[in-house]
């Protein structure tokens, strides 16, 4: 790049001098360009520069005196000591760990403020007058250095001030510092700084040739305008360094990385992002998916962990040593949820020892049962941390995590980083302290969280990075992203622990909008003068609010111009993939179909549906809840129905019956006793609270005694059969269905009866394009012709406050209910001979669609279809309707 200031800074370093950057990133971009500039004239080996961050760079100086050898805490371990002074003195508030771990952060926060900006503060005597948060903060505060004093030991953000002191003593010969990337010298680095005497900053270089400052209707066009001027500048030259500036990585992570991919990727070219961008700050290791399997792993050998969690654990493979082993633990899962064996939260114990869901591979099972075993062994007492951490390790590997597959580059980084954190965790017993096996594994968790994961810079041509992360980095170009006036300069909030007046007065952060304009300020000219190109942007509407531009950045940069129709993104949205409809169709060879009658539905609802469940075997799980879920109810009310209308069971199987039964509940409550131990011994329920399935009990029992009320208003009927299983073939489909009931009406005919626990309409039914044709279908092809004419098919819609029956019936006053109103829809809209012969032969069409392998996603009603649908990522609807703009909706009503 060649600018004054790198020209400096290269001459400074080949002299053995030490350049001193701002930020960590920024003393990697001087190595990274020191480097880049022997290898470019032509060198093999050179020797290491001398280039620090400020914090190494006062470590360093630290260590090499350290006159009084006490120990500089870690970030863990001097939290650690404030959360201890916080139980101490933090009364009510920090009697809970996590309330006290935030406290403590604040307070160790406050105490680097008033180290950096008012070291005055550091004598007690200065904060005799500070009241309420302020003034028990100066308690702890007092505690604080009095631990440390105690215990031998100093916060690192002591470390400039101390060490100011000990470079006064020791009057030897100091090279001089050259310091990079410095926005505002603090008091505390000036302090140290006046001691080294021998320092100066380099001579930052004149402002970017050009700085544009653009705005743009909304985000997305914000973003896809960065990412095409990103393409245009690698097009014209694949060398170039760019750095892409925003102020809110984290939320903007997930689309950045989309619009660059989708827009700034040069022609031709076919870089992973992992090539072609990378972001500056990392992840938390709790969010990498190693971090998350070790926390998992080690919290699931202690404790119950929730279904969703387990799922995933499992799914990594990080638990398995081969492939037939992961394969095993996905379908031991499977068969769990099959069998409606689901719960909210697993202990490992239980998920070993469930009971019908198949054997679980003999290796793993050891493996974690022996872990299990180590750690029951070791976790009775309080232990240092050291030895925790080592039980950690070793019941890791006990277990077998992270499994038997090779790890990727990325996957040992963050696996070393893991080591690291754990050695961190070990090292909150430097002052002998012991904890509980609990209360490690809180640390651990803490510490993963706090702790961010980068992989190792591939020196990519983009650079993503927070404002205050580019301290020190020239680049060939610079993209401001979200320069509004209510963004930049950054707004916040004042410490609370902290008198206001001392904030104002040690000019910290927050305090008065005139200091965080001029540490914007500074930034802004240092970005300007880091680039020869230099653009601002901001979108005009925000969130749901109209944003103006900064006033700052348009004194700086000029007013914000629209953007130029080379950096609009195409209006139509280019696709991210290519389409391509695909025509062809594999028939289904005959025979049984995977989900019974329900295909036939699915195939009317939307014919990828039938062909992903029926033919690919893709299945949709029902998350567990605490109680009861609405299936296992479900089943219970049809457990409990079973009964009352079987005389062999202690039920009965008439109107004439159900009259003489004066006390319903008396009735039907030893049949809710039944129907309930029954499925108690089939299922998982024995976590459940007995007192919850009592209620259970009472609830279930005045349902079905209701509803039995209102079947007495009934014209006289016979019960034929219940759960009734028949088999028949459409168009080559071998279909078994299990109807819920058959009753014989007054006139000889039969009614078909589906019982709902659920919101059903009949509505549902209604050519031509039915939503539902489960009930037609058992009328119109499961009955026997010969003796079973169909009379009506109906819901019993049995919800507390809602009893009735809803459907199709050929004569309701005559047959169903005298008492029948005119308008009800049962008398309005009878069951004619005609309407059956349509829902049959689009019944017949459905299955020779299906049949002929029709898998068109094509959902009946758009988005109403596929809201309880859960093959969305299967079928990629969202994606296609956005390619579109509408596709389905009821295009396909006039098939019927
Ligand atoms: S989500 Fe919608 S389009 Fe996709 S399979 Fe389900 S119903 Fe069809």
Redesign the pocket.
Known sequence: MGTRQSREIDARLREGGTVVAASERGARAVLAAYHRARRAEGLKAWAAPDVRDWHSFALREWERRNGDARMVLNPLQEQALWAEIVKEMGGAAAELEAPRQRLAAMAMDAHRLLCSYAPIYLDSRTRSGWQQDAGEFSRWLSAFEELCRKRECMSAARLALELAGWIEKDGANRNELLLVGFDRILPAQSALLRAWSAWREAVADEAAQEVSFWQAADSRDELAACALWCRRRLEANPETKLLVVTQNKAGQRGEIERMLLRYALPTGEARTNASFFEFSLGVPLAGTALGRGALTTLKWLSAPIAENELDWLLSTGQLAANDDEMRALAAHMRAIRRRNLQRPEWTMTDWIMQRGAGPLPEAWKQRVIEAQRQRDAQIRWAQTPMKWAELAQTLLETAGWPGGRPLGSEEYQVNARLARVLDDCASLGFDGTTIKWSDFLSALERAAMQSLFSPESQDAPILIAGPAETAGLEVDGIWFLGASDDAWPASGTTHPFLPISVQREARMPHAAAQFDWELAEAITKRLMASAPQVNFSFARQGDDIEARPSRLIANLAGEPRELPPELRPPSSGEPVTESWTDESRVPFPGGNVHGGAAVLTAQS??P??AF?TARLGAEEWDAAEAGLTAAQRGQLLHAVLKLVWDPAKGGINTRAQLAEKIDLREFTSPLVKSAMADAQRTSGWGWMPPRYLELEQVRLTNLVAEWLEYEKTRLPFTVEATELRREFQIEGIDLSVRIDRLDRLNDGKVLVIDYKSGNVNPNQWDLPRPDDVQLPLYAGFALNSATEDAGGLVFAKIRAGELEFAGRIEDAKGTLRQKISGNSNLVKKPLTLEQMNLWKKYIEKCARDFMTGCAE???RD?PE??KY????P??R?AELQEQSGSI?GNEGADNG
């Open positions: 609802q939307c990828f549906k992903a996603v094509d959902p758009y279809t596929c649908c859960a093959l969305g299967m079928c609807i389905g």
